[in-house]
C-alpha cells in the first residue's frame, strides 16, 4: 500500500529541546512539504522540497530545518529557536512538485511543548 | 495578507440537501484550485480540482465552479450525506509554482 508515514503520532518535549518529525513516502514522489496547523486556521507551509538535495523555505520557516538527503524521506527538525511550537504537523508529498498536482498527506503528528 | 479565503467556518445542512462551500483568492497569478477534505487525526485527502481554463469540473455528487472575474471558487455536493461531515480545505496555486496556499477550512455538518 503505497503513502506517507508519519511518526510518531504524538510527540512532547520539554521546551528548549530541539526535536525531529518524520516523514518518509513510498509513492516515487519527487516533491515533499511541511505544514504547520494551528486550531481553526488552515495549513501554513514550513519548507517543501522539488526534488532531493534541495529544500526551499515555505511562509513560516523560521525556527525549523529539514534535510532531503533520500527521495523517499523528508525529516523536519523543530529547533528551539520556535517561538510557540506546540502545534499539529503534517506531511505531504507529490508526484513532481507543480502547482496542478493534488498532493497526498500523512496523518500527521501532534507536537505538545511541555 | 491571507491569499486565499473561506469565509464561512462551519456550514450545517440537512441530509439530501445541497452543501455549498465558498473560498475567495486575491491572487492572479493562481491558475489551478483543489478541494480536499479532512476527518479528524487525518490528513486531508483530495477531492476534485479544476483549472482557470475551465468554470465547472464534476465528479459524483461534488462539482466545482470557477468565476475568475470574482476571484471566487465554490464546492457543491448534492445530495449531501452524514459522511461528508468533515472540514474542507480550498487550495490554489500557480501551475509552475512548488507550493499550493491554502485557505482556513470550512467545516461541514450535514444533519441526518
Known amino acids: 500500500d503505497g503513502g506517507i508515514t508519519q511518526s510518531p503520532k504524538y510527540l512532547f518535549r520539554k521546551e528548549g529541546q530541539n526535536v525531529t518529525l518524520s516523514c518518509e513516502q513510498n509513492?516515487?514522489?519527487?516533491?515533499m512539504y511541511w505544514y504547520r496547523q494551528d486550531p481553526g486556521q488552515g495549513l501554513r507551509l514550513i519548507y517543501y522540497?522539488?526534488?532531493?538535495?534541495?529544500?526551499q523555505k515555505g511562509d513560516i520557516a523560521e525556527g525549523y530545518s529539514v534535510s532531503r538527503e533520500k527521495k523517499e524521506s523528508f525529516p523536519l527538525t523543530v529547533t528551539s529557536a520556535q517561538k510557540n511550537p506546540t502545534a499539529f504537523y503534517l506531511c505531504?508529498?507529490?508526484?513532481?512538485?507543480?502547482?496542478?498536482?493534488?498532493?497526498?498527506f500523512g496523518d500527521g503528528t501532534r507536537l505538545s511543548i511541555l | 495578507d491571507q491569499q486565499v479565503k473561506q469565509n464561512s467556518p462551519s456550514l450545517s445542512v440537512q441530509e439530501g440537501r445541497i452543501s455549498i462551500l465558498n473560498c475567495d483568492y486575491t491572487?492572479?497569478?493562481?491558475?489551478?484550485f483543489l478541494w480536499y477534505k479532512k476527518y479528524p487525526a487525518e490528513g486531508p485527502t483530495f477531492l476534485i480540482s479544476?483549472?482557470?481554463?475551465?468554470d465547472k469540473n464534476e465528479d459524483g455528487r461534488f462539482t466545482v465552479f470557477l468565476n475568475k472575474s470574482a476571484k471566487h471558487l465554490s464546492l457543491h455536493i448534492v445530495p449531501s450525506q452524514p459522511g461528508d461531515s468533515a472540514v474542507y480545505f480550498c487550495?490554489?496555486?500557480?501551475?509552475?509554482?512548488?507550493?499550493?496556499?491554502f485557505g482556513d477550512g470550512t467545516t461541514l455538518t450535514v444533519k441526518p
Open positions: 505531504a508529498s507529490s508526484a513532481q512538485g507543480r502547482g496542478n498536482q493534488p498532493q497526498h
Open positions: 509513492l516515487n514522489h519527487d516533491a
Open positions: 522540497s522539488q526534488i532531493v538535495n534541495d529544500f
Open positions: 491572487n492572479s497569478m493562481f491558475d489551478y
Open positions: 479544476i483549472s482557470s481554463i475551465k
Open positions: 487550495a490554489a496555486s500557480a501551475t509552475n509554482a512548488g507550493k499550493s496556499t
